[in-house]
């Protein structure tokens, strides 16, 4: 089999790449340092027309195919993982949901705002217990009239301190574990509100916090599909997320190889630079198989979306062995390092830090296995 970018996808690569050397990797450690929402690089990203990128140009959007997504996640997290979380969440999980299951009349009023990167968008599913079981959900949705009446506390959301706009799932009592259903959720809406803000290890320039519903009333018009349908939609998002974070988890495993390479030349010990050691030169040497190999999962997962193939099995597969390889070379690379590595103005600690999370959200390693071996078993 042959995979090779079209000459399109080549252009794209080469275009997101100077602009995350240029305007994200520069920032990428004072963001980091400072926990703050990445605000001014998202609106580079909306000049560039990336806050769009997964919906038709008649909504603001600028469309490009899965394989596109992949290369321009795996190309910002390369430079900076926090922007291109902000974005995976933004784009994918908000933005092209809304698209995907939203009718005519919700994708005019929601999307273009939020493709043209007026609006910032969000995904709130995970609750204190519900994490892995998205069953769980306690949110509730009571309908009154032409409105639902929310309450429930959302935590960890991505975006959240800054979203205007929120997809949230919420279970609608009277139809048990079957009641989960989506709505849009504006800010402003009375109910509504940020609570606490989280301070995390890594990409924290991604910032989370809780999203808050208090008798909040949300029109029957902001429902995305049907009653009951929310855990469907829920998980075909997670599908194509999956993809994402496992593209992220390549540009920041990229960027631990490409530093290792160029420290390991220029550091001299023993009167030799110490590539030169086989046991560094090993590690080089593993970090770009697992490298090489992660990619061509990932990029096999977006082509067989793009093709409409099922393509649930190979992005858990794609996300597991990426964000696995990923924690494996940024450990490696601070080990090339040495002291270097451990100090906070290195990047390589926000490597490993940003690398954690990558095995945790979207679905964790062990949801991922779980995923494929059911596949295999079936």
């Known amino acids: 089999m042959e995979f090779a970018f079209t000459e399109e996808q080549k252009i794209l690569r080469s275009t997101v790449r100077e602009f995350a050397e240029s305007r994200l990797a520069p920032v990428a450690d004072k963001l980091d340092q400072a926990g703050e929402f990445a605000t001014e690089n ?44 902000i974005l995976i969440v933004h784009a994918g999980a908000c933005t092209e949901l809304v698209y995907r299951y939203g009718n005519e009349e919700q994708r005019r009023r929601f ?40 309450n429930g506390t959302k935590v960890f959301i991505t975006n959240g ?31 509504f509100s940020k609570g606490k803000k989280y301070h995390k ?61 160029q420290y390991s030349k220029q550091r001299v010990q023993f009167g030799a630079p110490i590539s030169q050691n086989q046991a560094i030169a090993w590690m080089l040497a593993d970090m770009a198989t697992g490298l090489e190999s992660a990619r061509l999962l990932t990029y096999k997962a977006a082509s067989l ?24 070379a940024s450990i490696k690379g601070v080990q090339i390092h040495g002291g270097y590595g451990y100090m906070m103005d290195s990047p390589m600690q926000r490597y490993m ?20 071996s059911r596949t295999l078993l079936q």
């Open 161 to 191: 301190t800054v979203c205007d706009t929120a997809v949230v799932f919420a279970r609608v009592p009277e139809m048990g574990k079957r009641g989960i259903t989506a709505f849009v959720v504006e800010n402003g809406m009375p109910g």
């Open 42 to 85: 998202f609106k580079a990203m909306a000049g560039i027309g990336l806050t769009g990128m997964r919906v038709p140009a008649k909504y603001g959007g600028n469309e490009v195919d899965n394989v596109s997504v992949a290369i321009i996640a795996e190309e910002l997290a390369r430079a900076c993982a926090s922007t291109c979380n």
């Open 111 to 150: 999307i273009p705002p939020l493709a043209r990167g007026e609006k910032i968008g969000s995904f709130a599913i995970t609750e204190a217990e519900a994490g892995s079981d998205a069953t769980a959900v306690q949110c509730t949705a009571v309908k009154d009239g032409g409105s639902y009446i929310l």
């Open 201 to 261: 290890l890594g990409m924290r320039a991604a910032t989370n916090c809780d999203l808050v519903f208090e008798d909040c009333r949300v029109p029957a018009a902001n429902r995305l599909g049907e009653e009951g349908q929310g855990m469907k939609i829920c998980l075909a998002t997670l599908d194509y997320g999956r993809i994402g974070v496992a593209a992220l988890a390549l540009g920041i495993a990229q960027a631990v190889l490409e530093k290792s390479i």
């Open 305 to 328: 979306a793009d093709h409409g193939e099922p393509f649930t099995l190979c992005a858990a597969m794609a996300k597991l062995a990426a964000s696995e390889l990923c924690m494996q």
């Open 353 to 372: 830090r940003e690398a954690k999370l990558v095995e945790i959200y979207e679905g964790t390693s062990e949801i991922q296995r779980m995923v494929i």
